[in-house]
């Protein structure tokens, strides 16, 4: 039977591309969403993927929604934790919610899938988990501070799994994506976009397709000796 994948905010801007690249290499894919239903039901009909909604900062939620895929698809080989929000502002002006609400998300969103999918992944001594950080999680950025604190500890998260995963199979590794053209970079003001494509190398904001071969890469049986690894796709914008 072919691998089965998860893919958390995977009907949308880099998760999409991720879960149609997934797809193309001969997984199954279960496309997670939070509640845009309009744009995941659009998302199936162009690419025949099943899209699944939970709130991923909901650890319940995050159990029973994988309980769901394993039963509908079958055990699930590959996670790739690429939901994420912001909810900027400059830290006089951000509120414990705002800080929260990032946090709960963007890493314990990271902690509740890995627990749900690790268990079985270490049993059956093959897994790929690929958690999707962020440039401004090793830089920082201004009005920032819940995004790139949480970024900066997947980072971390990784890391430390990664060294609990590694004699059980499972490779777990994290790309920081610079700036992608998605809805979260649209979403930049116009003035403050230009200044950062002036920063980034290469001249251009990064593709989510860009994004979505290297988290192919690590996900495919070739992948299995790097593990523990964070592979910036930034065009240059960040190099350490
Ligand atoms: P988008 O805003 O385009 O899409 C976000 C996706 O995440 C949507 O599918 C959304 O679902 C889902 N989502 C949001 N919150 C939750 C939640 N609580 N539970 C489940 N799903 C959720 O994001 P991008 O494609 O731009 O970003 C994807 C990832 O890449 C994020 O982690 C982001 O931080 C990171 N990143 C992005 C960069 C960029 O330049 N775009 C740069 C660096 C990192 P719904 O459609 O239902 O709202």
Same mark, same amino acid.
């Given at each position: 039977m072919g691998r089965v994948a998860i893919v958390t905010g995977g009907t949308r801007g880099i998760g999409e591309a991720v879960s149609i690249a997934l797809r193309d290499m001969g997984l199954t894919v279960?496309?997670?969403? $939070?509640?845009?239903?309009?744009? $995941? @039901?659009?998302f199936t009909a162009r690419t025949g993927i099943r899209a699944v909604r939970?709130?991923?900062?909901?650890? /319940?939620?995050?159990? @029973?929604?994988?309980? =769901? !895929? /394993?039963? @509908? +698809?079958?055990? !699930?080989?590959? +996670?790739?934790?690429?939901?994420?929000?912001?909810? =900027?502002? *400059?830290? &006089?002006? &951000? *509120?414990?919610?705002?800080?929260? /609400?990032? &946090? =709960?998300?963007? +890493?314990?969103?990271?902690?509740? &899938?890995?627990k749900a999918v690790f268990p079985g992944m270490r049993e059956r001594q093959w897994g790929r988990i690929v958690n999707i950080g962020s440039i401004n999680g090793q830089a920082g950025q201004y009005g920032q501070v819940n995004y790139a604190a949480a970024k900066s500890g997947i980072h971390g998260f990784t890391k430390a799994l990664a060294l609990e995963g590694a004699r059980v199979g499972v490779t777990v590794n994290a790309i920081a994506p610079g700036y992608i053209d998605t809805d979260m970079v649209a979403a930049v003001p116009g003035e403050v976009l230009d200044k950062i494509v002036a920063k980034i190398p290469v001249g251009r904001l990064g593709r989510a397709q860009e994004i979505a071969r290297g988290v192919a890469f690590l996900c495919s049986e070739d992948g299995g000796f790097v593990t523990g690894s964070t592979l910036s796709i930034n065009g240059g914008q960040h190099m350490y």
């Open positions: 279960a496309a997670n969403y $939070a509640g845009n239903d309009a744009r $995941a @039901a659009d939970w709130d991923v900062s909901d650890h /319940e939620a995050c159990m @029973a929604g994988v309980a =769901d !895929v /394993e039963a @509908a +698809l079958g055990p !699930v080989d590959v +996670l790739v934790n690429n939901a994420g929000i912001t909810r =900027d502002g *400059t830290f &006089m002006k &951000m *509120t414990y919610q705002m800080w929260k /609400e990032v &946090m =709960d998300t963007n +890493l314990g969103g990271c902690f509740n &899938m890995a």
